[in-house]
């Protein structure tokens, strides 16, 4: 059986294959165009759950995700919640640090450094006069986002220093975060139930 070393595996990661990916991605450029779908169902108060599994990735449906993976989001108490799961920008900070630790993790797989111990930590500023429709000034959504990292790798500081610049050229969601993004909202399947007349109408 071939080993993790004669494999070329860094940090877990195929490095012969993270090549091979992008060599393929280089001669047929149709291959990067990736489709990433969820299903988010309202369960009750400001409880949902999303379910995630097929994505159209290198040209053709990925079906290798045997059970879909099911995410919880809910509210804390304080905002009305039921504490099922994070919030959903509680989660944007999950998508945020899980992305960057792979960007750094397989970049410097393809460096040949070696990573022991790499933690993310991330903070958001959020003001609820946006999103209680209290203000027009102030944005519903994160005002500013820090993370800071603790990292253990065999790597001289200019070396980590271009990695993680790298890593902030390129992740997808740090993208999403800083670049305006268009997102259609449209109706699906509707069914509406006019709220009956009281007689009350002009009282």
């Keep these: 059986m071939e080993t993790a070393d004669e494999r070329n595996v860094v940090n877990g990661v195929d490095v012969d294959r993270l090549v091979q990916t992008i060599n393929a991605v280089k001669?047929?450029?149709?291959?990067?165009?990736f489709t990433f779908r969820a299903s988010t169902e309202?369960?009750?108060?400001?409880?949902?759950?999303?379910?995630?599994?097929?994505?159209?990735?290198?040209?053709?449906?990925?079906?290798?995700?045997?059970?879909?993976f099911i995410l919880v989001g809910d509210e804390p108490s304080v905002l009305l919640g039921g504490n099922a799961g994070p919030n959903a920008v509680e989660a944007v900070l999950h998508a945020l640090g899980s992305c960057l630790v792979v960007g750094f993790v397989y970049n410097a797989a393809a460096e040949g450094v070696r990573v022991s111990r790499l933690v993310l930590t991330l903070e958001g500023d959020l003001d609820l006069?946006?999103?209680?429709?209290?203000?027009?000034?102030?944005?519903?959504?994160?005002?500013?986002?820090?993370?800071?990292?603790?990292?253990?790798?065999?790597?001289?500081?200019?070396?980590?220093?271009?990695?993680?610049?790298?890593?902030?050229?390129?992740?997808?969601?740090?993208?999403?975060?800083?670049?305006?993004?268009?997102?259609?909202?449209?109706?699906?399947?509707?069914?509406?139930?006019?709220t009956p007349s009281t007689g009350r109408e002009g009282t």
């Design 42 to 68: 309202w369960v009750e108060g400001g409880h949902a759950r999303t379910r995630i599994q097929e994505f159209f990735g290198a040209g053709e449906e990925d079906t290798t995700r045997h059970a879909p």
């Design 27 to 33: 001669e047929h450029p149709a291959l990067a165009l």
């Design 129 to 194: 006069h946006g999103f209680l429709g209290l203000s027009d000034q102030t944005p519903p959504g994160y005002g500013s986002v820090r993370v800071t990292y603790d990292l253990d790798c065999d790597a001289a500081p200019a070396q980590i220093e271009a990695l993680w610049a790298h890593v902030k050229r390129t992740s997808p969601v740090l993208d999403i975060l800083q670049r305006p993004v268009t997102v259609n909202i449209e109706a699906g399947e509707v069914t509406a139930r006019p």
